[in-house]
Structures are given as structure tokens and as C-alpha cells.
T-cell receptor, first 114, second 110 residues
Framework: GAGVSQSPSNKVTEKGKDVELRCDPISGHTALYWYRQSLGQGLEFLIYFQGNSAPDKSGLPSDRFSAERTGGSVSTLTIQRTQQEDSAVYLC????????????FGPGTRLLVL | DAKTTQPTSMDCAEGRAANLPCNHSTISGNEYVYWYRQIHSQGPQYIIHGLKNNETNEMASLIITEDRKSSTLILPHATLRDTAVYYCIVKRPAGNKLTFGGGTRVLVKP
């Protein structure tokens, strides 16, 4: 079946502009995660959605970052007033819930802020 | 979630088995051992996971010691496409983020 998809695959923007990144999870998956990976670094957790529960926003680095998940499916990560340090690969993962909750990742969106 | 320790890098000959060790001495009873890999410029790929028993799937085998303080991921016949960074992660079930450490950079050589 279809995996996690993300769009755009690449995004170049100017400092100060807003960007929106999209994630389409695996159909039927109730949990959705956003991570980011800066060049040569490990993955950094950003935010987690589980069903109708309040999201876990503990990893968002600043109030310029926000995310929403509409209808329990598609999610959008928004970065306002982008800065050069926001340049990274933004990865989305989804899981089906249940006891073991294996997370499956999308290909990521490569964001470059000039 | 428990911390893991992995070798920074290792080489493997094509066609041979690759054995990737991971130490997780502070693992708790309900924490699973997960393995992912990340091939250059791609998202992390799930490989296998286990709790107590050894596990095998089409990609790899996972051997967990009886005391659960360490594990080994086995790629039975490494190919050049298996060159990647391999991450061993210990995670509680349900609703927790994955914490990726430095992983092991595996280079499969012809």
C-alpha cells in the first residue's frame, strides 16, 4: 500500500517568508509525528498528534513553528518568518496506534532558507 | 526512554553477514528495541523490532540477550544497497517519539 507522502520534496525560500509543509500519513494511521534533521545531525522531534487528543508540542523550537492535523489525516507544518537556521529536512512519520506503534517515515521535505 | 550505545562505524564485505551490536543496559521491562536505517538523503526506514524474543523478517534478524541489556541486528547477506546509518532505539510502547542517537555508519564494500 501507499506509504507516507510529503510535499513539496524541496523548498527554497527567503529569510522572513512563511512556509507550509504537508504530510499525508498512511491511510488509517491515527498517530502522526513531525521531526527535523539538520545537515549531519540526528533527528529532532517536533510535534506528535494522536487521534483527537491534544497534540504534544514539546519539541517545537519556537512559536514560529506550528502544526495542525485536519480531519485526523493530513497534517501541515507551518514555519513563520523563516530563519536560516530553519534549513533542514523535515520528516513526517505515522503509526497505526496499538501496543507496538511502529512509525513509518516519509521521504522528507528539504527546506533551504536563503 | 533508555539510552543506547552503538559503534560509530563498521565495514562489511558484500555477500557476508553484517552483525550490528547495540547496548541498552538501562532498558525497562516494557521498552521495545527498534532498528531503523537511513540511506543517504532518504527518510528513516523501519527494519525490525522486538521485546524479548529473537525476531526475523525479510530484511534482518534481531537477537536480544536474555537480560535484554544488548541486542544485535543481523543482515544475513549484505549488499551494496545496505550501506546506510543504522539506528538502535529503545522506546516505550504507544505514543512516544523516537530518539535517534548517532547510529552506526555501515559501509558495505565489494
Amino acid at each position: 500500500g501507499a506509504g507516507v507522502s510529503q510535499s513539496p520534496s524541496n523548498k527554497v525560500t527567503e529569510k522572513g517568508k512563511d512556509v507550509e509543509l504537508r504530510c499525508d500519513p498512511i491511510s488509517g494511521h491515527t498517530a502522526l509525528y513531525w521531526y527535523r534533521q539538520s545537515l549531519g545531525q540526528g533527528l529532532e522531534f517536533l510535534i506528535y498528534f494522536q487521534g483527537n487528543s491534544a497534540p504534544d508540542k514539546s519539541g517545537l523550537p519556537s512559536d514560529r513553528f506550528s502544526a495542525e492535523r485536519t480531519g485526523g489525516s493530513v497534517s501541515t507544518l507551518t514555519i513563520q518568518r523563516t530563519q536560516q537556521e530553519d534549513s533542514a529536512v523535515y520528516l513526517c512519520a505515522s503509526s497505526g496506534g496499538g501496543h507496538e506503534e511502529t512509525q513509518y517515515f516519509g521521504p522528507g521535505t528539504r527546506l533551504l532558507v536563503l | 526512554d533508555a539510552k543506547t550505545t552503538q559503534p560509530t562505524s563498521m565495514d562489511c564485505a558484500e555477500g557476508r553477514a553484517a552483525n550490528l551490536p547495540c547496548n541498552h543496559s538501562t532498558i525497562s521491562g516494557n521498552e521495545y528495541v527498534y532498528w531503523y536505517r537511513q540511506i543517504h538523503s532518504q527518510g528513516p526506514q523501519y527494519i525490525i523490532h522486538g521485546l524479548k524474543n529473537n525476531e526475523t523478517n525479510e530484511m534482518a534478524s534481531l537477537i536480544i540477550t536474555e537480560d535484554r541489556k544488548s541486542s544485535t541486528l543481523i543482515l544475513p547477506h549484505a549488499t551494496l544497497r545496505d550501506t546506510a546509518v543504522y539506528y538502535c532505539i529503545v522506546k516505550r510502547p504507544a505514543g512516544n517519539k523516537l530518539t535517534f542517537g548517532g547510529g552506526t555508519r555501515v559501509l558495505v564494500k565489494p
